[in-house]
């Protein structure tokens, strides 16, 4: 079965994570994904974050699945020539360098668009134009501009990083999407286009109900935030939803010593109060005119969190999901990293999979989020670093007898 991206050539100069999160979903959906590295030590992350002696860290080694290495010296007039070869070859080209990598490397715009006028450009960087435009990006800054750390904590502590990283892997899906999209229009144009996000600008986009909540607060306090106090911002609210459904993460009964992650996240639907308040055991407040509707209830949040933890206490946390979700009501055990990589549901679906590498021996990785019925994944390992350089070179340019070897002494390789 044909994949929904072959017959795409990637140019891929992506490192660290966002880019190569993109690059690699790309490849998933069955792109030619060449990853150009640095001769002698390629993308920094190869070595960062061993768990391993002198093999590819599972860093790399979980965002570069399904791709073919190049080693390519960019600041040799050899590597750049290759380069330049490969880009009127291909379709589309990535990357997340620093601001202004690429142009030093006499790779801007309209240069790329000179030697191949319907490739796609598409490049992923910490911020758009304003006072921020020059400065490098990591995941935490840009939850930190973005207004993910200012929003998330609690309101009496500092704010707090999200665990999930929605700058590098968020913005990664971000960029996927938009260079699908330039990929479709250009079959209409049979032109490139030039493809941007700033990480900022993405994790904006996932803060898109704060926004709302920032303009909600003009007219007023928020009423589904736990918060009793509020500025002219707004506030971290712990684990409060904020939304349309109040929700609250309440604490179980510990299974291990440490007790850690015995919590359940419950969301009290209008439709669930009765039966939730009959499970566990206070039917009492069903019609209390403090609980009785969710208006009703709003100002009292804190204090039905509590007596449902009353509940959930004499309950582990799969026993309370289990109860719970019986009678319907919206709720979900907190899992722990422990948890997900030994779960076998997820194994199943193909959310977690084992693949073999030649150097480390089997990891775990995540494989493709999402399913498409035409075309299927195959989750494959990383390349070693310019693991097939002499292949793609071969098989792309017409190199003169002698050429590989001319370039590789050279450095170029
Ligand atoms: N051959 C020769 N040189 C190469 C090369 C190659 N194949 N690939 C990269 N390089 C060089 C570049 O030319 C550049 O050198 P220069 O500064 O002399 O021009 C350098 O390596 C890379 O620079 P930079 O991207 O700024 O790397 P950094 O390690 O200083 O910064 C980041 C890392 C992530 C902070 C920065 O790349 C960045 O802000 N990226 C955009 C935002 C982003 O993606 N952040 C999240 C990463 S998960």
């Not at 929904?4 to 992506?14: K, N, P, Q, S």
């Not at 919590?263 to 009765?274: D, F, K, M």
């Amino acid at each position: 079965m044909r994949k929904a991206l072959e017959g795409v050539r990637v140019v891929d100069m992506t490192h660290v994570q966002a880019g190569p999160v993109c690059t690699q979903l790309l490849a998933w959906m069955g792109a030619d994904v060449i990853k150009i590295e640095r001769p002698g030590g390629g993308d920094v992350t190869r070595s960062q974050l061993r768990d391993l002696p002198d093999v590819d860290s599972l860093y790399f080694t979980m965002l570069n699945g399904n791709k073919r290495s190049l080693t390519l010296n960019m600041k040799a007039d050899e590597g750049k020539q290759v380069f330049s070869q490969l880009l009127e070859r291909s379709d589309i080209v990535v990357e997340n360098f620093g601001p202004g990598v690429m142009d030093r490397m006499g790779y801007t715009w309209e240069r790329i668009q000179e030697i191949n006028p319907q490739i796609i450009y598409a490049s992923l960087k910490g911020f758009g134009p304003g006072a921020l435009e020059s400065a490098k990006a990591y995941e935490n800054i840009a939850q930190a501009t973005g207004g993910a750390m200012s929003t998330t904590g609690f309101e009496d502590g500092p704010p707090v990083v999200t665990g999930a990283q929605i700058g590098d892997s968020g913005n990664a899906v971000h960029l996927f999407g938009a260079i699908c999209a330039a990929l479709y229009q250009r079959t209409h144009t049979g032109r490139g286009q030039r493809v941007q996000i700033s990480m900022r600008a993405g994790i904006l986009n996932l803060c898109r109900v704060k926004l709302r909540d920032q303009q909600r607060l003009e007219h007023g306090p928020l009423a589904e935030y736990p918060n009793e106090e509020f500025g002219d911002f707004v506030p971290r609210s712990g684990n409060a939803s904020g939304g349309g459904q109040p929700g609250w993460a309440v604490r179980c009964k510990p299974t291990t010593e440490k007790g850690a992650n015995a919590w359940v996240y419950v969301v009290i639907q209008p439709q669930v109060w009765e039966p939730l308040m009959h499970k566990i055991g206070r039917p009492d407040l069903i019609e209390n005119p403090d609980y009785a509707t969710p208006e009703a209830r709003l100002p009292h949040l804190q204090d039905i969190f509590d007596v449902i933890e009353q509940w959930t206490l004499t309950k582990t946390k799969w026993e309370a999901f289990g109860e719970l979700n019986a009678i319907n009501v919206p709720c979900g055990p907190v899992l722990s990293t422990k948890d997900l990589i030994e779960d076998e549901g997820l194994r199943a679906e193909g959310v977690v999979v084992d693949v073999d590498h030649p150097e480390r021996g089997t990891y775990s990785t995540v494989g493709c989020p999402f399913t498409l019925s035409d075309s299927p994944v195959e989750i494959k390992r990383s390349p070693l670093l310019g693991e097939h350089s002499a292949e793609i070179l071969e098989e792309l340019l017409d190199l003169p007898e002698g050429e590989l070897e001319r370039l590789t002494a050279a450095g170029a390789v």
